[in-house]
């Protein structure tokens, strides 16, 4: 099992910036994909982004492209989410997920229950 820890969430003027971390620990070597949602109060819970862990092929909704970008540093079982350009409407808390699924397309990945492992999730509040 994957344990998955989410930081550097916080409080930001909209057109700011934060870099999100997500340190993952304990048996990595399977991991497929790796993979970014968010939450806003009353809302679903809602695909943002997603890294093949092996390829390093990425897929965005079209929400965050251009602003969003998602990054991994295979050798510190670490994923990182570097938003620039922020608004208020992406104010969510945001989580980390793992999947040990094979696929072949990296755009299955937009699915939530692809994954089997999530973090606990970082609150990213961006005021107007």
């Known amino acids: 099992q994957v344990q998955l820890v989410e930081s550097g969430g916080g409080l930001v003027q909209a057109g700011g910036s934060l870099r999100l971390s997500c340190a993952a620990s304990?048996?990595?070597?399977?991991?497929?994909?790796m993979g970014w949602f968010r939450q806003a109060p009353g809302k679903e819970r809602e695909f943002v982004t997603t890294i093949n862990w092996r390829s390093g092929s990425t897929y965005y909704a079209d929400s965050v492209k251009g602003r969003f970008t998602i990054s991994r540093d295979n050798a510190k079982n670490t994923m990182y989410l570097q938003m620039n350009s922020l608004k208020p409407e992406d104010t969510a808390v945001y989580y980390c997920a793992q999947s040990r699924k094979i696929e072949y397309y990296i755009s299955a990945f937009r699915t939530a229950a692809k994954y089997e492992s999530w973090g606990q999730g970082t609150q990213v509040t961006v005021s107007s």
């Open positions: 304990g048996r990595t070597f399977s991991t497929s994909a």
